[in-house]
């Protein structure tokens, strides 16, 4: 059962906005009393553009945090990174591998949410594969399986009817590296950012036609903050400082006035991406709304992917809602940032 003490999202982000859970902490700037914690994110474009923007926005020095990041391949590496105490916190991890770590007696905790729904589209440089459904008896590339971007894929087949049983799965390590390994035909076809998805012909490769993620599998949750348990217990204020700068991040993004901000990030950060690119993706977040603003994880989505990780053995059995997810963090960085 979910923890008692949980509420609901429009009460819990309710009782935040009105401080009734948690008083803020004061705000200080950048200075030797900045609080230290040791990240870990992955070294995907849009984490990198999240950097830029981070910086750009001064929202660590706003907090008086100073997280010192090293960005990892994939999500195994991210877990393996926490599990062994290197890292204390990944702010934006797809969360399919995460219930299956904690099962296994890791000690880690979700924190937030962070992308609320999928952003990849799937692509293929082969003409004769143009939907879902041709991928069968096909090779398609992923990340380790049983993590997010095969969990994804996964996902998306059974909901088209598609017997995922019968696809090739083949791990080349990130979404970066799956979207180049179908533009050099290696394999028939691989998720990939949605920054491709207005002009993919540049790269020689065409998007399917029911492949974008986020129409087909909007149920799917995408992505969620983590942290160690001992990192909750002995580095609680500078987590909290960290989603608050995050939270002040995603409410950017979703806002029209990040538009200058976001595609001159990109510009700066890939050098190879045109304005179109980042024009479709910024456009994307402000139709959907990507990110998180009230930090709050989704319970249903929990368990549809608890149920998904059963399916495929990756996960015994399913785990309470509480055994999985802390929102104490987040309930202070709501009301520090309210």
């Not at 877990?79 to 890292?87: F, G, Q």
């Not at 603003?293 to 809602?321: M, S």
Request: aromatic share 8%; net charge positive; proline share 4%.
């Amino acid at each position: 059962m979910a923890s008692k003490n949980l509420l609901s999202r429009r009460a819990l982000v309710g009782a935040f906005a009105a401080g009734a859970l948690a008083a803020p902490l004061p705000v200080r700037p950048a200075s030797a009393q900045s609080r230290s914690i040791n990240a870990v994110s992955l070294s995907a474009n849009t984490n990198r553009v999240f950097d830029e923007l981070l910086a750009g926005q001064k929202l660590f020095e706003e907090f008086g945090v100073a997280p010192q990041t090293v960005a990892v391949a994939d999500g195994t590496k991210v877990i393996a990174s926490l599990v062994s105490n290197s890292s204390d916190v990944c702010m934006q991890l797809g969360f399919a591998s995460v219930i299956p770590a904690i099962q296994a007696g890791a000690k880690i905790k979700v924190i937030a949410g962070a992308g609320i729904r999928p952003e990849l589209a799937v692509y293929s440089a082969k003409p004769e594969i143009q939907s879902v459904a041709d991928l069968v008896g096909r090779t398609v590339a992923v990340g380790p399986l049983g993590a997010h971007l095969h969990m994804l894929m996964v996902t998306l087949m059974r909901k088209k009817g598609v017997d995922y049983t019968r696809v090739q799965f083949v791990n080349v390590g990130g979404a970066a590296d799956a979207f180049r390994a179908a533009a050099a035909g290696r394999v028939d076809a691989a998720p990939g950012e949605l920054a491709f998805y207005g002009n993919p012909e540049k790269y020689g490769v065409h998007a399917l036609k029911d492949g974008a993620t986020w129409l087909e599998v909007p149920e799917y949750l995408n992505q969620v903050a983590i942290a160690t348990e001992a990192a909750i217990e002995k580095q609680g204020d500078a987590i909290v400082r960290m989603l608050a700068a995050y939270r002040k991040l995603y409410q950017f993004l979703n806002s029209p006035k990040s538009q200058e901000a976001w595609l001159r990030a990109v510009q700066k950060v890939l050098n190879t991406a045109s304005e179109e690119e980042a024009a479709t993706q910024w456009n994307h977040y402000q139709k959907y709304k990507q990110w998180a603003e009230d930090l709050v994880v989704p319970e249903d989505r929990v368990r549809y992917l608890q149920d998904l990780n059963i399916l495929l053995g990756t996960q015994k059995a399913p785990l309470d809602f509480d055994k999985i997810v802390d929102f104490g963090p987040a309930r202070r960085a709501l009301a520090l940032t309210a």
